[in-house]
């Protein structure tokens, strides 16, 4: 077969592919799905009960903006992620770090501030398996859309781009379980809550190896 023809028979038989949007636009589309998701697995959870006195708390609303920028730059990274060669800020590579450093150092400090007022003893951790039921089912759907968002994609680093993804999801599943969990105590968010999203990233970083594969 001639070189001519065989470019002839190679293009007959491809289809056409589909450009993807970019990264930003992608995220709009997950987040907008992640959210009404979020929100009717919530109300089939349950609201807390003093969840009108809390919301007024800026420290319940601090913490709520803190999570849920880290669930949006999780996600950016991620997608931006599966673009190879693409020159991407270097905010966006970093700000996930950055978000979880300001969450666990929030909740730190809320920690030293109620044990030098009231007493080491006055933290108390609680019973968290209902917490990690919820983070993991809030966080399941969203983090498959994702999943299936970057599998169109291209993505090199698959372990990393795997564990941006459950960052991005368990995150977001932990701003929803704020919304149903009654227990404040910032000892009891960082045991139960955010180290089940710190477990899921890493089990997300090996899923990705097998998952995200093209």
Known sequence: ???QDLIQQLA???TPVRRLSSPGRRLAVWSVAALL????GVMIRGLRPDLAQKIVSYRFTLEALLIFALSLVSALSALASGVPGAERPVW???APVAALTAWLALLCFHMAKIAALSG???LAAGHGTPCIRDILLLGLLPGAGLTAMMRRAAPIHLGLSGALAALAAGSLAALGTQFACRID???HTLVWHAATV???TVIGSALGKKLLRW
């Open 1 to 3: 077969m001639k070189t």
């Open 198 to 200: 710190l477990a899921a």
């Open 37 to 40: 998701l979020l929100i009717a």
């Open 120 to 122: 080491p003893g006055a």
């Open 185 to 187: 105590d910032p000892l």
């Open 92 to 94: 966006t590579r970093w």
């Open 12 to 14: 007959k038989d491809t």
